[in-house]
């Protein structure tokens, strides 16, 4: 992995680590525990508050929304009424020639004239539904899309730390998943539940005004539909922020498992990794069927109280067609709008369910818009024209969490030009101690200067753009081998590319891809070898010319006679610039001018190669240790 630092803001700075959780998103180097997503439930009316605080731009839209939804309910709550005329006059004209009244018949006149006017109605209705629901797709998706570039950016600005504690599957179920949810439900649901509330109010309206003794009837089933409703719902929300919390774990576990399936195979671990995966999975399905059951008893439930209220009212209707006191016509249009009383409760309870799961998702992404940002540049923070190299360690102290301490007290003064060798077992804070020079962690205590100027006091995208970096974890994204190397340098030329990669020992190969140097890369660059896949990594540093370099085992991946090329264009780049190699082989570090050996966080020694060497302290026992496996490993094999 490499890179020149110059893009601070755009390019995912957790990319740009040493390392610190570029893996699956469960593992990590140097970084802090991992954590669990949060299964406490937020404040559901503050979420759905905030989340219409999306909406505020379209408000004009919405408005406009809202009178066409008016305007298509009307037109269809007319309509019964209008078809119960048609009725009462065909059954009055029916009963008089049935009565043998002379010049009796059916006024088809009228009836003709009825259809045409309901015709009139329904396709008006329908024309403000189109424009009503074509409205409503481009609220729903820029909302979508403003919250995905919300979301966007707030990823460019959250610390490296944030990475090292989440699965990365999980956070892109919050992008993705969680935010498509959010999208949708605004999309279809919405609309539909303007059209709800329109339809309850106006039906309840028409129903008065043909008979109040049977609207209170039909009414005396709304109470029963809202505590019905409401106690379904309440069950169900819980289920379904487990649910939303589960699959985004999910995501996680498949990530990482096909990021990491060689390693899997390798070690034989399918088995296990399967069984993880159905214990997962069977968790998921647990929530998502108590979620999806209990929602579905909500239908069933208004179907119930639907039917009974049904049966009241044309028991009644009849009754009151018998004394004469209401019109056979009121009666269908009282027995057409008792059926779709309870629709629009049905159809708002419905949403309401849905918006239980919006709101779920909604929480998932504020709770991510609403992480820790890094510490902002100061308003005066500047810039160093001309970097020349000298870095300076002042009393600092670190620890990833508050109150331990990892680092303390470190003091380190390297000159221009110096190559410094950072050593020591695992743990011991190598990494850490390039995250706090290029600012990926803040320093606790003390402070670190470049030529000087302490790296607070200057622009994040300055200060990392003095850097390059060359890492054992290899980096490369799906685009063309070109791309890739100008990655460190975008303005570069054609003929500094193929110069970095032939000073790389990269041409050769390249030249031998399918399309040379406009070889697409997959997703994973698979389809070249990890060796090559470093190769291209140096040459994307060698074509950055930082003033600071940063190589961690740079040639681990390459064969020997590769790895002896490199050296020597790796030491030619070197020339001049100040280096921080973090040597894992301490054989390939005995030229450094000074030599860092640290464990638990501290630096126990300072000196070179010989120096160290000759004291016959930790630094000694490190390289002899190293050495006598060595001269084993050669016994063995012989």
Not at 176 to 186: F, K, V
Not at 348 to 355: E, H
């Amino acid at each position: 992995m490499i890179e020149k630092h110059g893009k601070s803001n755009s390019s995912g700075e957790n990319l740009r680590g040493s390392g610190s959780g570029t893996g699956g998103g469960r593992g990590h180097r140097g970084g802090p525990p991992m954590a669990m997503p949060i299964e406490k439930a937020r404040d559901f009316k503050g979420t759905l508050k905030r989340l219409t605080g999306y909406l505020r731009p379209c408000k004009y839209q919405i408005l406009f929304v809202f009178l066409l939804a008016a305007l298509s309910t009307v037109f269809n709550i007319f309509s019964p009424v209008i078809m119960g005329k048609a009725t009462t006059r065909l059954f009055e004209g029916l009963m008089l020639k049935m009565n043998n009244v002379p010049g009796a018949g059916i006024d088809f006149q009228y009836i003709r004239q009825i259809v045409l006017i309901l015709a009139a109605l329904y396709l008006l209705s329908s024309c403000f539904g189109y424009v009503q629901q074509y409205l409503m797709a481009g609220i729903a998706q820029k909302t979508a899309y403003d919250l995905r570039k919300h979301v966007d950016v707030k990823i460019s600005r959250l610390p490296l730390k944030f990475y090292d504690s989440h699965a990365h599957g999980e956070i892109l179920s919050r992008v993705t998943n969680d935010i498509d949810n959010i999208g949708s439900t605004l999309q279809q649901s919405l609309t539909q539940l303007i059209t709800a509330v329109f339809s309850l109010a106006g039906i309840i309206i028409m129903m008065l005004s043909i008979s109040p003794f049977m609207t209170i009837i039909c009414v005396v089933t709304i109470p029963l539909c809202l505590i019905g409703t409401r106690a379904i719902i309440s069950r169900s929300q819980r289920y379904f922020k487990e649910q939303w919390k589960e699959l985004g774990i999910l995501n996680g576990h498949v990530e990482e498992m096909y990021a990491g399936h060689q390693i899997i195979k390798a070690f034989g671990h399918e088995a296990e990794s399967i069984n993880q995966f159905e214990q997962i999975n069977e968790r998921l399905y647990g929530v998502s069927w108590r979620s999806q059951f209990i929602s579905g008893m909500i239908m069933p439930l208004m179907q119930l109280i639907n039917n009974a209220g049904y049966v009241f009212v044309c028991v009644a209707g009849g009754i009151l067609v018998t004394k004469k006191t209401l019109e056979i016509g009121d009666v269908q249009a009282m027995i057409h709008y008792s059926r779709h009383l309870t629709h629009p409760i049905t159809q708002t309870a419905n949403i309401a369910n849905i918006i239980q799961s919006t709101v779920a998702s909604a929480e998932r992404v504020f709770e991510l818009l609403d992480e820790d940002e890094e510490i902002p540049d100061n308003d005066d923070a500047g810039i160093i024209e001309s970097p020349k190299g000298q870095v300076c360690f002042h009393n600092v102290k670190f620890g990833y969490q508050e109150g331990a301490t990892l680092i303390e007290n470190m003091n380190i003064d390297v000159k221009q030009g110096q190559t410094v060798a950072i050593v020591g077992p695992t743990g011991a804070g190598k990494t850490t101690l390039v995250n706090l020079l290029m600012r990926f962690y803040e320093i606790s205590a003390g402070k670190i200067t470049i030529d000087g100027v302490e790296i607070r006091e200057l622009k994040r995208e300055a200060l990392r753009g003095i850097f390059g970096m060359v890492l054992q974890e290899t980096w490369l994204f799906n685009g063309t081998v070109r791309a890739n190397i100008a990655y460190g340098r975008e303005d570069a030329t054609f003929e500094e590319i193929v110069r970095a990669a032939q000073a790389a020992h990269a041409d050769h190969f390249i030249k031998a891809l399918p399309d040379g140097y406009d070889t697409v890369l997959n997703e994973d660059a698979s389809n070249i070898s990890q060796g090559q896949k470093q190769l291209l990594t140096i040459a994307r540093a060698i074509l950055a010319e930082p003033a600071i370099l940063i190589l961690d085992e740079a040639t681990s991946s390459v064969d020997t006679r590769t790895e002896a090329a490199i050296q020597k264009a790796m030491a030619n780049l070197m020339k001049g610039r100040t280096s921080f190699v973090i040597a894992h082989r301490l054989s390939t570090i005995r030229g450094a001018d000074l030599i860092l050996v640290m464990d638990k966080g501290r630096i126990v020694e300072k000196g070179n190669h010989n120096e160290l060497l000759a004291r016959g302290g930790f630094y000694a026992d490190l390289y002899n240790s190293q050495f006598a496996d060595a001269v084993a490993a050669v016994a063995n094999c012989s």
